[in-house]
T-cell receptor, first 113, second 114 residues
Framework: DAKTTQPTSMDCAEGRAANLPCNHS???????VYWYRQIHSQGPQYIIH???NNETNEMASLIITEDRKSSTLILPHATLRDTAVYYC??????????????FGQGTELSVKP | GAVVSQHPSWVICKSGTSVKIECRSL??????MFWYRQFPKQSLMLMAT?????????EQGVEKDKFLINHASLTLSTLTVTSAHPEDSSFYIC??????????FGPGTRLTVT
């Protein structure tokens, strides 16, 4: 699976959009970009994933650059409950029960009032 | 509702004793489950893959005789930390593959060894 690079930490004002970047310059053509988050002392939670088109769901939007070497997770209206560590993971979709799913260091997002 | 449960949610044990942690898949049958551990301020580290009907496969550096994994049924995997020591104190999390490409994580078990 390709390696990802994320900033260690970010701050965001409550109610504003939180934009979390991720670099994955070695991504392969069949690898998807997945985002999970982990609120303190809880298990990780799936947010969104995509291959090359931008994706949106009830939680967030995922913007993937045309060359697929980077992506941005957007939380449109961050709340205090969005304070968490956000992990960007690149891997092949499906098959093998989801594979090993290796986590990097992630970005610690602090949403401030 | 919860898709994956873990029991106990937290446990304190004395050094040298063994502790069993359960991971249950509530909605799916899972031939494979995954165990992670997480030290404070660090990311999740994959420990092993639990396989129903066969031996678990361990990641490099994880002692199979210390972390015993039993995939008892299609909905239950257990992780036993044998002869626990303070350095085993950690947050243990299991993952269950769902339908399609969904991945579900348990709420985690906080182990403290005194």
């Amino acid at each position: 699976d390709a390696k990802t690079t994320q900033p260690t930490s970010m701050d965001c004002a409550e109610g504003r959009a939180a934009n979390l970047p991720c670099n994955h310059s070695t991504i392969s053509g069949n690898e998807y970009v997945y985002w999970y988050r982990q609120i303190h002392s809880q298990g990780p939670q799936y947010i969104i994933h995509g291959l090359k088109n931008n994706e949106t769901n009830e939680m967030a939007s995922l913007i993937i650059t045309e060359d697929r070497k980077s992506s941005t997770l957007i939380l449109p209206h961050a709340t205090l409950r969005d304070t968490a560590v956000y992990y960007c993971i690149v891997r092949v979709s499906g098959g093998n029960q989801g594979g090993k799913l290796i986590f990097g260091q992630g970005t610690e997002l602090s949403v401030k009032p | 509702g919860a898709v994956v449960s873990q029991h106990p949610s937290w446990v304190i044990c004395k050094s040298g004793t063994s502790v069993k942690i359960e991971c249950r898949s509530l909605d799916f049958q899972a031939t494979t489950m995954f165990w992670y551990r997480q030290f404070p301020k660090q990311s999740l580290m994959l420990m092993a893959t639990s396989n129903e009907g066969s031996k678990a496969t361990y990641e490099q550096g994880v002692e199979k005789d210390k972390f015993l994994i039993n995939h008892a049924s299609l909905t239950l995997s257990t992780l036993t930390v044998t002869s626990a020591h303070p350095e085993d104190s950690s947050f243990y999390i299991c993952r269950v593959p769902g339908q399609g490409d969904e991945q579900y994580f348990g709420p985690g078990t906080r182990l403290t060894v005194t």
